[in-house]
């Protein structure tokens, strides 16, 4: 097998906590906080880490393996509120006084796991796409200005797809729009202010994984999943 079909630890362990982290951002966006003046769904505390570490696996392994990830991470969401759907429907124990809490939870209406999932999928694919030719343009410079770009693209793209899909003649559009700025705003503040960490977490990976990918000549088709 070829060199760069294969994966390494650093890149399996990125993998499981995007897919941890996509996870819990779903089931943590039941809860909205109030941080001073603004309500956010809770889900804000890890959402923007899938996009840090979709941002670390395109810059160090290339858009090929952040596809396979980013399918990983739709498949195990998916998974997860497919058997959330089916507990619900369960029968629950007679003697069982957790029910409705748990339903609020674990029961998301098919409008909302529709859109999360599909903003999911559009986002993260946009935000890798946005850093692999950015890197190729910049020859590889210029790291932190293309994470936040990616990210803020990402992000937009993210938020324009969801919060219609999800609220849509819900609410009115001001306020429609008042959230998804919100949104995209906090989560590329978010990035920004890890992004320290990030830049050395790249460099320590690109170091001991000795890798450092460039996509030149490869395709961005989303469903190319065995061309890793």
Known sequence: MKKENLVSVPFMVLGIVFCVCLVAANLLETKVVQLGPISVTAGLIVFPISYIINDCIAEVWGFRKARLIIWMGFLMN?????????????????????????????????????????????????????????????????????????????????????????FGGLMPVSELGKMMLVQVVLKTLYEVIVLPVTVRVVKYIKRVDDTDVYDEHISYNILRIKEI
Do not use: C
């Not at 529709?114 to 850093?131: C, D, E, H, K, P």
């Not at 190729?136 to 937009?156: D, M, P, Q």
């Open 78 to 166: 998916f998974m997860v509120v497919a058997m959330g759907q089916l507990a619900v429907a369960l029968p629950a124990a007679p003697f069982w006084e957790g029910e409705e809490s748990f339903n609020f939870v674990f029961g998301m209406a098919p409008r909302i796991a529709v859109a999360s999932l599909t903003a999911f999928l559009v986002g993260s694919f946009i935000n890798a796409y946005v850093m692999s030719r950015m890197k190729v343009a910049s020859h590889g410079k210029n790291f932190s200005a293309r994470a936040v770009l990616s990210t803020i693209a990402g992000e937009g793209a993210d938020s324009l797809i969801f919060f219609p899909l999800a």
